[in-house]
């Protein structure tokens, strides 16, 4: 029996599906990140082969059966990511053929089905990313937190404790957040958080988790927070109107996806990211995507195997997908 496989390799988790090249679903599992730019090479791999190891035995199968196995990874920027992506790949010996691809393409195929569209991500990092009608993808943003990154969860979060901070100087106006950061990490005093930022040093996830909290105080009327998501939405829809504008999609009206937990934060977000959006875009349709980011990888590898992504295969993929779907939230 062969059977097929997606990775979504991220800088948080890991999520692993294996099935049947007849779309069906057989397992999903999940292991801790598998980005080698956090990591190193060999914990990457074994993220990932933990992943797909427990798939395959939460659904009764052998990781010998498997055919094709498709990594969608985080911080495949450039191409000496890629070779080191294939390394990565190379290390987990799982399948016949190990076939990497940028996290931003597996969104977009689990999103689009590989019709045109495009695909805004908004979560511990960010990105946009579109395919035209001739299968040609193209991305935007997503150089990482350190140069880019705007509109993450990341982003958010650093610059929630930078306007914390300044409202401490008065150079800024006073902000909610400074309470709600103090009883997170039960500080004595706000400066303290410096010592948690620099000296522990904080993890990208934890300074990303902090964009909760700037969605709370921005839900509660917080100015500085809502200041805050302002920008971040106007720079999420600058990603997706340069993408719109290369793919030739700004006179058309085009599906826009938008996926990631910083979009949970609601109007505070979306407004801005619309008002912005349309500037350039004039007509477009905000969707929700039909399947999470793992899923793309799995059509993908499905597309690989030279299956088509419609009929019966369609309905396999969804029915069995309805059964595992509680799994990967």
Not at 140 to 163: C, K, M, P
Not at 182 to 198: C, G, N, P, S, T
Not at 304 to 311: F, I, K, Q, S
Request: charged share 25%; aromatic share 6%; hydrophobic share 45%.
């Amino acid at each position: 029996m062969i059977l097929l496989a997606g990775v979504d390799g991220g800088a948080t988790k890991t999520v692993a599906v294996v099935g049947r090249p007849d779309g069906t679903l057989l397992g999903l599992a999940r292991a801790p990140s598998s980005n080698y730019h956090n990591i190193g090479v060999k914990r990457a791999a074994g993220a990932i082969h933990a992943a797909v190891g427990l798939a395959c035995r939460r659904a009764r199968v052998s990781v010998g059966d498997l055919g094709i196995v498709v990594m969608g990874l985080a911080g495949m920027d450039s191409p000496r990511d890629f070779v080191v992506g294939q390394r990565v790949a190379n290390l987990t010996g799982l399948g016949k053929r190990r076939i990497v691809k940028h996290d931003s393409v597996i969104a977009l195929y689990a999103a689009t089905l590989g019709k045109p569209g495009i695909v805004v991500n908004a979560g511990t990092g960010s990105f946009a990313a579109g395919i035209d009608a001739a299968g040609r993808t193209i991305r935007a943003g997503g150089w990482g937190n350190i140069i880019d990154d705007e509109g993450s969860a990341y982003d958010i979060g650093r610059l929630g404790i930078r306007a914390a901070l300044r409202a401490l100087d008065r150079t800024e106006r006073k902000t909610a957040i400074a309470k709600l950061l103090v009883r997170k990490f039960k500080l004595h005093a706000l400066e303290d958080i410096i010592h948690d930022v620099y000296k522990k040093p904080m993890t990208v996830e934890e300074i990303s988790s902090i964009s909760k909290l700037v969605a709370q105080a921005a839900v509660n009327g917080d100015q500085a927070a809502r200041s805050l998501f302002a920008y971040e939405g106007r720079a999420l829809a600058n990603f997706v109107s340069a993408i719109a504008r290369r793919l030739d999609m700004t006179r058309s009206k085009p599906d826009i996806y938008c996926t990631g937990g910083v979009f949970k934060a609601g109007p505070v977000l979306l407004n801005p990211f619309r008002r912005e959006l349309r500037k350039k875009v004039p007509r477009f349709v905000l969707r929700h995507p039909r399947f999470e980011p793992v899923i793309g990888a799995f059509i993908l590898a499905l597309k690989e195997h030279g299956v088509a992504m419609d009929g019966v295969t369609l309905a396999n993929l969804e029915s069995s997908h309805v059964r595992h779907a509680v799994k990967m939230r």
